[in-house]
């Protein structure tokens, strides 16, 4: 069936250096791809998107690569910060209003 | 404003109560959006409304209710629900493009049912 996976449950980094978070999804269908980031207590929080005709798109910090050849998405956030500390969840939109979001993988920032 | 509301934080149900879960955004966001998150898992889709009308219903049980009154205000009626209803509701809104567009969540609500 559909899925959206992540290959690493959980990521420790060093304050100061990237991240790099990464996403397979498996309908080659998918169309809009989305990262959000999950504090504990609080709603997921839009980070960046991206649709399938692009294969990069930079944000502030963040920058979100799209491999569609190996249906593979990731997310790099540079210079990590304490405050990136949560759960990022990849998502892809599967056709009409569907999202789908990948399984999370945890953050952790070592100061 | 870009603020979801959601009543209440927290409930605590029996399996014979009849309960309601509120969410409000003034975004003018025509598509609303309800998801179910277990504890160390990724939300899952419930509903979806465009122009308060159902888009979606993801075989949800009928324990579970939807209701958009208005385009402002998404309701979850809740009856005869399970222990392993538990779990943290969420309500997103978004404009309605036909889903490919930013969704924005509320901080949702704790659900426990004993």
């Known amino acids: 069936g559909e899925s959206v996976g992540l290959h690493l449950p959980t990521l420790s980094v060093q304050e100061g250096d990237n991240s790099i978070i990464n996403c397979a999804y498996s309908n080659s269908a998918s169309d809009y791809f989305i990262w959000y980031k999950q504090e504990s207590g609080k709603g997921p929080q839009f980070i960046i998107d991206i649709r399938s005709n692009m294969d990069k798109r930079q944000g502030q910090r963040v920058t979100v690569l799209l491999n569609k050849t190996v249906k593979h998405l990731s997310l790099q956030i540079a210079a990590t910060q304490p405050g990136d500390s949560a759960v990022y969840f990849c998502?892809?939109?599967?056709?009409?209003?569907?999202?789908?979001f990948g399984a999370g993988t945890r953050l952790f920032v070592k100061a | 404003d870009t603020e979801v509301t959601q009543t209440p934080k927290h409930l605590v149900m029996g399996m014979t109560n009849k309960k309601s879960l509120k969410c409000e955004q003034h975004m003018g966001h025509r598509a609303m959006y309800w998801y179910k998150q277990k504890a160390k898992k990724p939300p899952e889709l419930m509903f979806v409304y465009s122009y308060e009308k159902l888009s979606i219903n993801e075989s949800v049980p009928s324990r579970f209710s939807p209701e958009c009154p208005n385009s402002s205000l998404l309701n979850l009626h809740l009856h005869a629900l399970q222990p392993e209803d538990s779990a943290l509701y969420l309500c997103a809104s978004s404009q309605d493009q036909g889903g490919t567009d930013t969704q924005y969540f509320g901080p949702g609500t704790r659900l426990t049912v004993l």
């Open positions: 998502a892809e939109n599967t056709g009409g209003f569907k999202t789908i």
